[in-house]
């Protein structure tokens, strides 16, 4: 699982440099759909890693949450750019709950100090 949540996360890292390209040219709708494709595969591995019950640790799910809120947090940051003031708002607060259920902690989070900079900006 371990290899897996790295390749998600390289694969990031390159989604996130072509969707600063899209932001960039104020194309958000074509960013909002890289993010999407990753959280969609996301989501199927996730499932299929809690279906093989392949968590490295019980606790802490199958691993793929703190990816997870790290593409819903540049999913809010897409729509707060785009001024979709709502949609940013969900991300960043599903954010904040899965980054919380997973370290049990949300002192110090960028998601957290994300949401609440866009709740004090609305």
Same mark, same amino acid.
């Given at each position: 699982?371990?290899?897996?949540?790295?390749?998600?996360?390289s694969k990031l890292s390159e989604v996130h440099i072509l969707?600063?390209?899209?932001?960039?040219?104020g194309? *958000?709708?074509e960013a909002l759909d890289l993010y999407q494709h990753v959280l969609l595969m996301l989501?199927?591995?996730d499932r299929f890693a809690s279906s093989q019950n392949l968590s490295e640790n019980n606790n802490q799910g199958t691993g793929y949450e703190t990816v997870t809120a790290m593409?819903?947090?540049?999913?809010?940051?897409?729509?707060? *750019?785009?001024?979709? *003031?709502v949609d940013?708002?969900?991300?960043?607060?599903?954010?904040?709950?899965? *980054?919380?259920?997973?370290?049990?902690?949300?002192?110090g989070s960028s998601y957290q100090a994300a949401a609440?900079?866009?709740?004090?900006a609305h």
């Open positions: 699982t371990s290899a897996l949540i790295h390749c998600f996360e969707a600063i390209q899209h932001l960039s040219r194309q *958000y709708v989501k199927a591995e593409v819903l947090h540049h999913l809010g940051m897409i729509h707060l *750019y785009a001024e979709n *003031y940013a708002r969900k991300m960043f607060q599903t954010a904040v709950k899965i *980054y919380t259920t997973v370290t049990g902690n949300s002192k609440e900079a866009q709740d004090t």
